[in-house]
Structure formats: structure tokens, C-alpha cells
């Protein structure tokens, strides 16, 4: 049974940063591209950070600078360090594994950033 478990969002200020963990198991974790995304209130789920089973790293424009997505295939764990956050950056952020045919999400954790 694949999990990908989120942890590390909670509320903080403007300008604040959070580490948001996401635990794979049940998935050979290395040989997937891992990615990060999130879906604010009345909006479309979209991709904030991602990495390659290689490492190769992409970031969507509005994150660009503020965010570094990281992996650690020995603890089948991937990260994303968010920092200089904005209000805007309110969303539920969500973990996803990917590779050919097979893409899994985790439940989501929340992060809110208050002005």
C-alpha cells in the first residue's frame, strides 16, 4: 500500500518559513520524481516545486527564490523549505510520487500565512 504522509504546515506570520516533510512508503521512492503542489479556496491544484529521481530540481515562477525543494532517498523523504512567505502563499500543499503510468498524492497538509 502506497502513503505519502505530509507534515510541517501549521499558521505563520508574513515573512515567516515552514518545512514541510512528506514520508513515502510502500514505493520504491527513489525512482520516482517527487513533487510538491497546492490548491488554495476556489482554485486549481497547481505545481509549486519539483524534483527528479536524478535530483534535477523546477519551481514554479511565483516561488521562485523563497523556495528549495530537497529529497532524501535514504529516508524516502521529500522536502520543500518554504521561506519569505506571503499571504498568498495560504494553500493546502500536497506530495506527490510519479514515474512512468503510476502517480500517487498524499492527504495534504495545510499551510496559512497571515498578513
Known amino acids: 500500500q502506497v502513503q505519502l504522509v505530509e507534515s510541517g504546515g501549521g499558521l505563520v506570520q508574513a515573512g515567516g518559513s515552514l518545512r514541510l516533510s512528506c514520508a513515502a512508503s510502500g514505493i520504491i521512492f527513489s525512482i520516482h520524481d517527487m513533487g510538491w503542489y497546492r490548491q488554495a479556496p476556489g482554485k486549481q491544484r497547481e505545481l509549486v516545486a519539483s524534483?527528479?529521481?536524478?535530483?534535477?530540481?523546477n519551481y514554479a515562477d511565483s516561488v521562485k527564490g523563497r523556495v528549495t525543494i530537497s529529497r532524501d532517498n535514504a529516508k524516502n523523504t521529500v522536502y520543500l523549505q518554504l521561506n519569505s512567505l506571503k499571504p498568498e502563499d495560504t494553500a493546502v500543499y500536497y506530495c506527490?510520487?510519479?514515474?512512468?503510468?503510476?502517480?500517487?498524492w498524499g492527504q495534504g497538509t495545510q499551510v496559512t500565512v497571515s498578513s
Open positions: 506527490n510520487a510519479r514515474k512512468v503510468l503510476s502517480t500517487y
Open positions: 524534483i527528479t529521481r536524478g535530483g534535477s530540481t
